[in-house]
């Protein structure tokens, strides 16, 4: 393989990286409370938003658009979904005031956090 070939290689991978590391971080919003419908996006191994805050009564469903299995535990054990194909849906309803920190057990650095008022 061409030096010239190789740089572009690892440029390519460098830059996917850090691409992906500034999504994963930086990825990550606070709505105000919500009463209604909240639904929060799976794709590119992330949850979007990151972290929610919502009033207790509140719906939370979860969409898996990634074209691999995740899931939704929680980290108390309040809530925890069977694996999600492309497109495959978990809520649920979030009665009591707290806060509820998730993760996909399959890909345990995906993590979430719903803030219930």
Known sequence: MSKTIMKVVVCA??????????????????????TGPVEVKIDNYNF??????????????????????HTVKSEEGAFKSKAMDTDDKFSFTFDKPGVYEYYC?????????????
């Open 105 to 117: 057990s399959v890909h345990p650095r995906m993590t979430g956090k719903v803030v219930v008022k």
């Open 48 to 69: 979007t938003p990151g972290e929610i805050t919502v009033k207790a009564g509140t719906t939370v469903t979860w969409v898996n658009h990634d074209d691999v299995p």
């Open 13 to 34: 991978v460098l830059a996917a990286e850090l691409g992906w590391a500034a999504v994963s971080k930086t990825d990550v919003f606070t709505h105000a409370p919500s």
